[in-house]
């Protein structure tokens, strides 16, 4: 059974930096496309982040780009989203996503429960 755990989620001031995590177990984390998606309250949920399997590819929301930036440590088995300059509208809870193939942006086969940030004066 794949489970993803994420932490790290927590409220911030506008301009912050915030740094999650995204334990995964069941899987290696070699072989999936990770990523995060994020959902702000009485909106839908949207596509944030991903990095293929290699590590070598990104792509990243227009949103976040240049402001957010993802990671993978193999060996841990965990997945990070690094977050700067942080905005009030980058409210939302952020879910760590996983797959085995397919595009970055979507659909995703595992998620996690989801960890909420909050970035308020």
């Known amino acids: 059974q794949v489970q993803l755990v994420e932490s790290g989620g927590g409220s911030v001031q506008p301009g912050d930096s915030l740094k999650l995590s995204c334990l995964v177990s069941?899987?290696?984390?070699?072989?999936?496309?990770m990523g995060w998606f994020r959902q702000a309250p009485g909106k839908e949920r949207e596509f944030v982040i991903a990095?293929?399997?290699?590590?070598?590819?990104?792509h990243t929301s227009g949103h976040v780009n240049g402001r957010f930036f993802v990671s993978r440590d193999n060996v841990k088995n965990t997945l990070f989203l690094e977050m700067s300059r942080l905005k009030p509208e980058d409210t939302a809870v952020y879910y760590c996503?996983?797959?085995?193939?397919?595009?970055?942006?979507?659909?995703?086969?595992?998620w996690g429960q989801g960890t909420q940030v909050t970035v308020s004066a």
């Open positions: 996503v996983g797959k085995t193939a397919g595009s970055a942006y979507g659909p995703y086969e595992y």
């Open positions: 069941g899987r290696s984390l070699s072989e999936e496309m």
């Open positions: 990095i293929d399997s290699t590590g070598r590819n990104t």
